[in-house]
Nanobody
């Protein structure tokens, strides 16, 4: 199984950028598709971006399309979520998730990180 740890969250002003990282350990990272999800207070968790095992395919939610980019480095066992032009509505706890069979927006994903807080201030 894989252990996932997110980092890179923080406080940023509207229009700013953040880069989130999802670091993996414990298993062959290239066997896992990875997804990023977020959950704002009082709201359901929602899909943000996902990337296939090799990185050849990516998926991006309409709400962040053109602003967020997902990438992976299997040699470094990391997936990066580059977030630009941040808006207050991007404020949430961001989670990365992985699975050997599930992929894309629907997953399902069996392995989840602990989350990292992103706060966009106006």
């Amino acid at each position: 199984q894989v252990h996932l740890v997110e980092s890179g969250g923080g406080l940023v002003q509207v229009g700013g950028s953040l880069r989130l990282s999802c670091a993996a350990s414990g298993s062959s990272f290239s066997d896992y598709a990875i997804g990023w999800f977020r959950q704002a207070p009082g709201k359901e968790r929602e899909f943000v971006c996902a990337i296939s095992w090799s990185g050849a395919a990516t998926w991006t939610a309409d709400s962040v399309k053109g602003r967020f980019t997902i990438s992976r480095d299997n040699a470094q066992n990391t997936v990066t979520l580059q977030m630009n032009s941040l808006k207050p509505e991007d404020t949430a706890v961001y989670y990365c998730a992985g699975d050997q069979k599930g992929f894309g927006p629907q997953g399902p994903y069996n392995y989840w990180g602990q989350g990292t807080q992103v706060t966009v201030s106006s």
